[in-house]
């Protein structure tokens, strides 16, 4: 099973960026979709960003499109979430997440190994 880390959360202003990055562990990061997830305190997970496994396909939230950009470098085993005009909202314990498919999707069953996160916290 492959493992990830999750990195690059802290604390912020509203309207700043910050940068996860999230680093997996063995020889088939390639193969698969990467998503991230999100858990603000009180609520449920949600689905905020997937790529395919080539990275020839996002896909994003609503709440998210247009601010947050996920990429990966396949070289490096890495999947990257740059998040810019950040807003209280959305303060929460993001998660990196591999898919067992290919394709990106915001179905979070499809996901089998998880991180353990990494806190971002917007002020306002």
């Known amino acids: 099973q492959v493992q990830l880390v999750e990195s690059g959360g802290g604390l912020v202003q509203a309207g700043g960026s910050l940068r996860l990055a999230c680093a997996a562990s063995?020889?088939?990061?390639?193969?698969?979709?990467m998503g991230w997830f999100r858990q603000a305190p009180g609520k449920e997970r949600e689905f905020v960003a997937a790529?395919?496994?080539?990275?020839?396909?996002?896909h994003y939230a609503d709440s998210v499109k247009g601010r947050f950009t996920i990429s990966r470098d396949n070289a490096k085993n890495t999947v990257y979430l740059q998040m810019n005009s950040l807003k209280p909202e959305d303060t929460a314990l993001y998660y990196c997440?591999?898919?067992?498919?290919?394709?990106?999707?915001?179905?979070?069953?499809?996901?089998?190994?998880w991180g353990q996160g990494t806190q971002v916290t917007v002020s306002s």
């Open positions: 997440a591999r898919s067992s498919v290919f394709v990106a999707s915001e179905v979070a069953g499809l996901y089998d190994s």
């Open positions: 063995g020889r088939t990061f390639r193969r698969y979709a």
């Open positions: 790529i395919s496994w080539s990275g020839g396909s996002t």
